[in-house]
Nanobody, 120 residues
Framework: QVQLVESGGGLVQAGGSLRLSCAAS????????MGWYRQAPGKQRELVAF???????NYVDSVKGRFTISRDNAKNTVSLQMNSLKPEDTAVYYC??????????????WGQGTQVTVSS
């Protein structure tokens, strides 16, 4: 069974940094895009950043220049380095990946979510 397990997150002061990591495990045949979404209280979930299997990345405008996504295809991991954090970055962050299991078809998988809180 395919799973996404996140680590990182926590409480940080404005201007600080945090790093989120996500590892995909299970019987995986292939992974396409991997990325991060976030959902703040009372708001819709939004895409923060993603990276394709060939290394193309994209970011929501509000994090450009502050966040950096990276992935290790050999380890099936994706990370999000978050610098110059702002209180408006406070949200639950979710890892997402398009995965084809060893037996099955392509599907979207989600991590359990990790809280990021930025204090002013």
């Amino acid at each position: 069974q395919v799973q996404l397990v996140e680590s990182g997150g926590g409480l940080v002061q404005a201007g600080g940094s945090l790093r989120l990591s996500c590892a995909a495990s299970g019987s995986i045949f292939s992974i396409r895009a991997m990325g991060w979404y976030r959902q703040a209280p009372g708001k819709q979930r939004e895409l923060v950043a993603f990276m394709t299997g060939v290394g193309r990345s994209n970011y929501v405008d509000s994090v450009k220049g502050r966040f950096t996504i990276s992935r290790d295809n050999a380890k099936n991991t994706v990370s999000l380095q978050m610098n110059s954090l702002k209180p408006e970055d406070t949200a639950v962050y979710y890892c997402n990946a398009e995965i084809r299991p060893a037996s099955g078809s392509w599907n979207d998988y989600w991590g359990q979510g990790t809280q990021v809180t930025v204090s002013s």
